[in-house]
């Protein structure tokens, strides 16, 4: 029997978008969900591990980060309460993770087979299209925001991949203060860049009036715009 807070929580997750109570149900039934729970930055999938079930995020945030042979670190996306861990992996022939997902904050994850949520015979066949076509936007959504990195890693500057990515930031919260979620160092790794250069870099652009920021909290003045 599959707790009913467990329940409210995978009607909230995007991958059972549109889904009614009753259809949860049926799919735990014979999925049968697990939930875990982790400290913060402790670790949840490693990178290259096999991976045959996706989490959905019940409480805190996760971070992917992806290791080089050099033992550089960059930070691909941060996961957010009700988002969905490894579907992009299930999906591939390997099923192996590309990246590490570390729990930035204490939080809690539950785990489902994915072969089990769409396996022929079991599933409501209006339920299963349901699934693929959420599974369709997320993924879809992941490719978007591959995209906005890749704009922003091919500035030539330090300062124009700053200013691309808040402005890109800014545009989604639609206000010119806003919390990116990383902290500088973090940032930096996203960046692809050295913490201590991109502290140096921030403090430039705060003297010359581009942005203020503390801590996570980041303010983009209105005159700026997306670098070209």
Same mark, same amino acid.
């Given at each position: 029997m599959i707790a009913d807070d467990m329940i409210g929580v995978l009607k909230r997750a995007e991958l059972f978008k549109g889904f009614e109570e009753c259809e949860i149900e049926q799919v735990c039934d014979f999925t049968i969900p697990v939930e875990r729970e982790y400290e913060k930055n402790q670790v949840i999938i490693h !990178?290259?591990?096999?991976?045959t079930k996706i989490g959905i995020i019940r409480s805190g945030t996760v971070i992917s980060t992806k290791y080089h042979f050099n033992g550089d670190a960059q930070i691909l996306r941060i996961y957010k309460r009700g988002e969905v861990l490894s579907l992009d992996t299930v999906n591939t022939t390997f099923l192996t993770s590309p990246a590490s997902l570390n729990s930035q904050t204490d939080c809690s994850l539950i785990f489902i087979s994915y072969k089990k949520l769409l396996e022929i015979g079991r599933v409501n066949p209006a339920l299963k299209e349901r699934i693929m076509m959420n599974s369709s936007e997320i993924l879809s959504n992941e490719l978007v925001r591959l995209m906005y990195k890749i704009d922003v890693l091919s500035k030539r500057?330090? !300062?124009d991949r700053v200013l691309t990515y808040l402005s890109i930031i800014r545009e989604k919260k639609g206000k010119d203060t806003f919390d990116i979620s990383m902290n500088q160092e973090q940032?930096?790794?996203y960046l692809c860049v050295n913490r201590s250069?991109?502290?140096?870099e921030l403090n430039q652009m705060r003297k010359s009036g581009l942005?203020?920021?503390n801590k996570n909290r980041y303010t983009l003045y209105e005159h700026t715009s997306t670098p070209k």
């Open positions: !990178q290259g591990e096999p991976v500057t330090l !300062q940032f930096a790794q250069v991109l502290s140096k942005i203020d920021y």
